[in-house]
């Protein structure tokens, strides 16, 4: 057995868990000369671009290519000379079975290994098990020995097994006829990677105005650390088939072209779909999450809604709304994200007041926070009578009460109704306007301290 394992020693010591590698001999190495970018799109998904310079042999030989995700997806796999001289792969492997106490034992199951616990005693003999807490043991005088391992201090091994590595690799086999050091880039997609926008907006004193600014969080969980990277980010739909079924990532619409940012990112339409480019490299450690700013913080116009409709709940909402135009202040896309909402208080004193999640948001569109529900408005929705005309023709007599319980401050109160079939509003108290197919809005001016009754009678035909 020895002589199958002539490059490595193994040690662990401490309970099974620190690991030392004294030794390890192969061909192929990266050099450190390494140029990384990376793509990352809107949810769990990353393209890598990693660009090395490998030491390759002229002829048909094995190349390891080490340092990259434990969620790299093997089958997309392109690696390219930049030089553009003639680089085959005949052959890959995507070698994970990584360096543990747990596989290092597991390789050695029917060999003989030494083990010392706590107390310094020393046990010599062939492993048959280390399932759960147990080291099952057979010395050469014969028996069965039980061992914990929360006793053990330490288990030597003679040499490293063969097929483990101290991190993901991927292996070629590779052909060429230009040998020597090469540079090379390698691309491939990767899960773990993903990116969203989160935004905070101020509002003024009478919430007239908000200051807004925008943050990229983008989180690594691929299992590989992307030391100095170019990195861009895509907002949008990227179709992709997985396990038999094709899937949409990212937002509802493609978003359209805006001048360079001034945040640190430009921003590009790009196929369908929009890109943005960090002007700087950055690093992505792995199990980390890092945000950077999107654009600098903009003032915009915002208009706060008192809105109810008894299928959203029975209370009134509270929405803050804008129009994404530089007329207002803003008059960029907008990827999907977060936007919380702050106040200051009489004393000066940010406050939180609401948040709520937007999706895609071209340049034109408005966006719709709703924030919570209004503590002094109060709605109250009755169906007064309800007449069968036929057997397809229904009319309805309905009653909204609004009731602002304000000491001071006037307010407008959006009330959205839906009706069925073909309908026609017979009567109203109010003025309305349709919204939808099915769908009306009335929009009811309440005093403070006061009541407001609608009225209105619907006939529908189903």
Known sequence: MLS??????????AGL???ILLAAAGSGRASDERKISITVYN????????????????GTSYVHFADVPERIDPTSVHLEAVDGRDLQVLEQNYAYDLVSAESVLDRYLDHDIRIRDEDGEIYEGILKSQRGDQILLVPATGGVLMLRKARIAEIRFPQLPEGLNTRPTLIWSLNTGAGGNRRTRLSYLTTGLSWNAKYVAVTNDDESEVLLTAWVNITNESGASYPEADLQLVAGDVHRVIEGGPQSFGGRRPMELMAK????????????YHLYTLDRATTLSDRESKQIALFPPAAVSVKKEYEYAVWKGEKVRVVLSLVNSEEKGLGRPLPAGIARVYKADRAGRLQFVGEDRISHTPRGEEVR???????DLVAERKVLDRRRLSDRVWEEDVEVSLRNRKEKGDVEIIVEERLSGEWTILQSSHAYKQIEAQGVEFRIPVPAGGEVKLMFTSRMVH
């Open 4 to 13: 199958r394992y002539p490059h490595y020693r193994y040690v662990i010591l």
């Open 17 to 19: 868990v620190n690991l």
């Open 43 to 58: 949810q769990d998904l990353g393209l890598v671009r990693d660009e090395r310079v490998l030491d390759i042999d002229a």
């Open 261 to 272: 940012a001034d945040g640190g990112f430009e921003e590009e339409a790009f196929f369908e």
């Open 369 to 375: 926070l709703f924030l919570g529900d209004a503590f």
